[in-house]
């Protein structure tokens, strides 16, 4: 089995940025998520294997790993998830389009807006719907507070786990922050239902604009803050540096998107790349680190929130010109009218009546539409059979490809530094399981 | 029939060592006369109090609600008033299971076994619909409801449930513990 | 699209909303994404997915009300169940979706045809990322991958049995009371 991939940037050209971290090929090679424990080892009566139950102090959710351990080194590993398959897939099938924007949110439960885009933008496209502008400004704001909420739940819970305790009230103070932007819009704190295929589902309500604008002039001081906590402890980096290494061409061949593969030195985001929404329109640096490990995973993500924090503010500027315009699609045959029609209108009646009951139909095909969640490339994979429910939904999870480099990243690590390895890699088990 | 300190969850030397017979201090003073030396109802008032006064959690966040549970620890919902910010990821020191989030059948064995491994009085809250009753997830994978495996003593409705409702879950459970309501596996007469 | 062509095994190819889809011939599969790698650049692989199509075209759904081009309640056929989808070659298939990392960040879906009990060649040794998604398509599916090292179930228990995300495999659940006549 050829695990370096030799066509792959030998010449180290774009996207490719920076040194290797590690010649050749780190990936476990009997099978590329299990690190057996070395032969000469299998016999010594020294290794104790120690299960890291679903249930575990760490806050990772309930992964379950099985961990060979030679004293405090680990030498082998394996991953048994599974523990929170809920059969989202198969659930979605019964539900029609418009009901079944509710169950996406819940798979990746930490950057759930990025999953009602994925699955409402696979529906437009198969569609062919036009969206106003004013719903692309505000589902790319929501998708960028949400990747910023994402962030500090990573790096409260990470921090707590590598013993930083006090990091996650701080991020959890901004974190409150935004549940509160979110409350205020969509009336909900966590799984908003916001999106709708042809757009948002309410128009932003008064008093938006400068709540958003507060919490967008306090989140660049709260950044400052976490990184003069945390960047130049050295407790911190001496944990963090040099720790779950992956290089490159491993990440690529383990499938590895978002924050992993850019700390690996892969110039690669898909806002900038496969633009969607209106990213195009906005300017945003992607940060790219080259050192492959748990500290440039945390700088990439740290340096992404700074990124978002920036378009935020410009969406905000786009969004305050665009007062009173459309905030959804006027196809009355996908789109629920508004209420006030109800009242005057027969034709208003019969559509609301049809798509709530039956739904609206979505024509026969198969499209795949990824988008940058804060974990990677998010994807969603609909079939349709032209009926008012979906035939197949596949969610392309970034955590579940993120957790398979775990083996390959923890070899010859201590047992401490799997906890910073696992809580680097940014698993939801949401999205993991589906 | 006077109540005896056992029936409080107290241990005597006479449970621990049943063929010892009583205490010298019991031989003066004779049994009952020591149980109400003592004032027993305010003795329990007082366990109760103490016990609601820091229940600890244990650290069982599965999926969504987990988060909105970690947000209670935080800063603006500050669990720590009363007494519960110290989350034990040992089963053996928590006195409270909030389960948050879905449970699925494969999840269903390792969450009877930290429920067995907690030592009672022991408490559970089914946070949110999912561990309520299935939630929004009526099918093969998900435990229609944890009652079906574990006896639950509030449940916290909304999907997830807001850290304030959480909250008044945590506080009616507090309420009914000091008020004399016994945890749910005395009630419901399921194998602790 | 004439690359696409060139690929061991190719059976078709369609471009649709944008995506284009290349149907490759099952004993084939492995040397089709070898070539898609390696000649073809598609250096990543973004997920493998398996879709039932038992009963896809048994019963008829109703023609879409919208169409790409324009929406008319009064088109033709558009009421009752008259208009059915398009017949599939076979009960199961299998895609690949590829992603180049280059300028334009192009996308391919391979995709392969077959019946139950028909194994694929498990293409880990093209990708190592194949490992869990075979495992997962594996568990839900009933797909074997032959030359998986390890395929086993992921997601639901060991013991399970059947295949959850097929079509003749039910919801599950427990059914709903609304009353409590019932």
């Given amino acids: 089995m050829s695990a370096t991939l030799s066509h792959v940037g030998r010449a180290r050209r774009w996207p490719f940025v920076g040194e290797p971290v590690y010649e050749g090929s780190r990936i476990p090679p009997r099978v590329p998520t299990v690190l057996d424990v070395p032969a000469e080892l299998t016999e010594s009566d020294d290794i104790l294997q120690v299960n890291f139950g679903p249930n575990h102090p760490s806050t990772h959710g309930v992964l379950r790993l099985i961990v060979d351990l030679d004293g405090e080194t680990v030498v082998g590993i394996s991953a048994v998830v599974g523990y929170l398959h809920t059969g989202f897939e198969k659930n979605m099938e019964q539900k029609t389009w418009w009901k079944g924007i509710t169950y996406p949110e819940r798979i990746d439960y930490v950057g759930y807006q990025n999953n009602e885009l994925v699955f409402v933008l696979a529906i437009e496209k198969m569609l062919a719907l036009e969206v106003p502008e004013k719903a692309t400004w505000m589902r790319m704001l929501l998708c960028e507070l949400n990747r910023i909420h994402s962030h500090l739940v990573y790096l409260g819970t990470s921090a707590l786990e590598l013993g930083a305790i006090s990091m996650f009230w701080y991020c959890f103070r901004e974190r409150e922050t935004i549940l509160d932007l979110f409350e205020l819009v969509a009336g909900q704190r966590m799984h908003t239902r916001y999106f709708q295929a042809g757009g948002i589902a309410e128009d932003i309500p008064m008093g938006f604009y400068p709540e958003a604008r507060k919490f967008v002039d306090r989140m660049p001081v709260a950044l400052n803050d976490y990184l003069t906590l945390l960047d130049r402890n050295k407790i911190w980096l001496e944990r963090t540096q040099g720790v779950g290494l992956l290089s490159a061409d491993d990440a690529i061949a383990l499938g590895q998107t978002g924050p992993v593969l850019r700390a690996s030195g892969v110039d690669w985001d898909l806002r900038r790349d496969s633009p969607y929404l209106a990213y195009e329109q906005v300017d945003f640096r992607v940060p790219v680190y080259t050192g492959g490990d748990v500290y440039d995973r945390y700088r990439v993500r740290m340096d992404e929130m700074a990124e978002s924090t920036q378009i935020v503010r410009q969406c905000l500027d786009k969004l305050e010109r665009m007062e009173g315009e459309p905030w959804i699609s006027d196809d009355r045959k996908v789109v629920l009218p508004p209420r006030e029609e109800l009242h005057t209108s027969m034709e208003s009646l019969i559509h609301h009546f049809k798509i709530v009951t039956e739904g609206y139909r979505v024509p026969a095909g198969e499209v795949y539409v990824a988008v940058e969640s804060p974990r990677g490339e998010s994807g969603c994979y609909v079939v349709s059979d032209g009926g008012p429910r979906p035939w197949r939904v596949h969610f392309r999870a970034p955590s579940f490809a993120a957790l398979q480099a775990t083996a390959t990243c923890s070899q010859g690590t201590l047992i401490a530094d799997l906890i910073a390895i696992v809580g680097s890699l940014d698993a939801v088990m949401g999205d993991t399981d589906r | 029939m006077t109540a005896r300190l056992r029936d409080y969850g107290l241990q005597s030397e006479r449970l621990l060592w049943p063929t010892k017979g009583p205490s010298k201090f019991e031989e003066e003073l004779g049994v009952e006369e020591l149980e109400q030396a003592l004032g027993i109802t305010t003795l329990e008032k007082a366990v109760r109090w103490a016990q609601t006064k820091s229940m600890w959690p244990d650290t069982f966040g599965l999926a969504c609600c987990a988060i909105e549970m970690m947000s209670i620890v935080g800063s603006r919902y500050d669990l720590a008033r009363f007494g519960m910010e110290a989350f034990r990821s040992s089963p053996r020191q928590a006195d409270l299971l909030i389960v948050s989030g879905r449970v699925s059948h494969k999840m269903a064995a390792p969450l009877r076994q930290i429920y067995d491994q907690m030592l009672e009085p022991k408490w559970v809250i089914a946070m949110g619909a999912c561990a309520s009753s299935g939630g929004m997830f009526n099918n093969y994978a998900i435990l229609q409801g944890v009652d079906r495996i574990v006896p639950v003593d509030i449940y916290v409705p909304f999907c997830p449930p807001r850290p304030e409702a959480l909250m008044e879950g945590i506080i009616r459970l507090h309420e009914a513990h000091q008020a004399g309501v016994p945890p749910a596996y005395e009630r419901r007469q399921v194998a602790t | ?182």
Wanted: net charge negative; glycine share 8%; with cysteine.
């Fill in chain 3, 1 to 182: 699209m004439n690359d696409f062509a060139q690929i061991p095994g190719y059976v078709s190819a369609k471009d649709e909303h944008g995506e284009t889809t290349v149907v490759v011939d099952r004993a084939h599969v492995r040397e089709a994404c070898t070539y898609a790698r390696d000649e073809l650049g598609f250096a990543m692989l973004i997920d493998v997915v398996a879709t039932d199509y038992l009963d896809w075209s048994a019963k008829g759904v109703s023609g879409y009300i919208g169409t790409a081009t324009g929406r008319d309640l009064n088109m033709p056929m558009t009421q009752g169940l008259q208009a059915s989808p398009d017949a599939k070659p076979s009960r199961f298939s299998v895609s690949y979706h590829l992603l180049a990392l280059r300028q334009g960040a192009p996308r391919l879906r391979l995709q392969t045809w077959l019946e139950d009990g028909q194994p694929v060649d498990s293409v880990i040794s093209v990708w190592p990322a194949a490992d869990w998604f075979e495992r997962e398509q594996y568990d839900l599916m009933g797909i074997r991958f032959d030359g998986h090292p390890n395929l086993a179930r992921l997601l639901m228990e060991e013991d399970w049995e059947g295949h959850p995300l097929r079509k003749d495999y039910p919801i599950g659940g427990e059914p709903v009371r609304f009353s409590p006549e019932e």
